[in-house]
């Protein structure tokens, strides 16, 4: 199991997705099985429910998710805020950190209006916020650190998987 952890914008389902694909695994992402779960969109819960519920239900998921063998998983960006997903996290999952600047971060996320968090007011200033508290849960759950500024999703995913197949977490790929 690979998890993918990082701000909201970061990548983790883009890059994840590929990274599945290149290695033959499946993919997951938790949002998508949280709203599948629900039959309602996050933002919607969050504005029904608020964070509190959302993020019990979000462990919940992430823990049935876990279990699944050779699969890459992205996580929601506030997973890592509960102790018990950290813990989740790195028992059950290699755990590779997608770190992004909260300015580019909010270059990618300027035309977004699905993340409940980043709604209204200065979104890079909300992400900066989100970033001094996030950052060092991401860092503290982390076995690898990739940092995705302005890199295109393929040189990612080749440099993640070189990272991965080095550590043995993953058989390197036959030429």
Known sequence: MIALVGMPGSGKSTVGRHLARQIG???ADSDVEIERELGESIRSYF????????RSLETSVLASLLERPS???AT????VLREANRK?????????YLRATPEDLA?????DTQRPLLQG???LRKLRDLFLVRDPLYREVANFTIDTGRTSVPTLVNLLTMQLEMAG???ARRT
């Open 76 to 79: 929601g960006g506030g997973a």
């Open 47 to 54: 504005e029904k429910a608020g964070e509190d519920s959302f």
């Open 71 to 73: 699969m890459v998983l």
């Open 25 to 27: 695994w499946r993919f």
């Open 107 to 111: 270059r990618r996320l300027r035309h």
């Open 121 to 123: 007011g200065d979104p």
């Open 169 to 171: 977490v993953i058989e």
């Open 88 to 96: 989740l996290l790195s028992e059950h999952a290699k755990v590779v």
